[in-house]
């Protein structure tokens, strides 16, 4: 298994469904977390609640953050993501339904380094996550960790 780990931040089961489906359609086989909603998902990422402790595992390589979420949405995980300095260059790609300007617009104000809409048809989604795999996982490079950038 990889050991470039995804964080998937999806509330709605169908999508999650999905983008599990798409990612295993197209052989990323990278470790997938899943948390339902944007509390869970600073906790997974900051170690407290029920996530407290040692992480079993790396960190995530990369979020695909949906922006209507439960508890806390997407955009304000976002901006605690960019506020942190142990999570400020991790890469967030918002993956959303919305269609609206402004959530757009207020994503990247926030600091997120790729939005991409759900596509509805199964088929468009598998290549919208397919590209996505191919950029973040393989081609992109990340930024050092703080151990590896001293």
Not at 6 to 15: A, G, K, R, T
Not at 87 to 92: D, I, K, N, S
Not at 119 to 131: M, N
């Amino acid at each position: 298994m990889d050991t470039r780990r995804i964080l998937l931040v999806e509330d709605n089961s169908d999508d999650e469904v999905l983008t599990l489906r798409a990612l295993k359609q197209h052989r990323i086989r990278n470790e997938v977390v899943v948390v339902r909603d944007g509390a869970e998902a600073l906790d997974y990422l900051f170690r407290t609640g029920a996530h407290a402790g040692p992480r079993d595992g790396p960190p995530p390589e990369i979020v695909l953050l949906d922006l209507k979420l439960p508890k806390l949405d997407g955009l304000e995980v976002l901006k605690r993501i960019r506020a942190d300095e142990r999570t400020r260059l991790l890469p967030v790609i918002v993956l959303t339904s919305s269609k609206a300007e402004q959530d757009l617009i207020q994503s990247y104000r926030a600091g997120a380094n790729s939005y991409v809409r759900k596509p509805v048809d199964f088929q468009e989604f598998s290549e919208a996550v397919r590209q996505l795999g191919l950029y973040w996982l393989l081609l992109n490079e990340p930024p050092p960790t703080r151990e590896e950038g001293r």
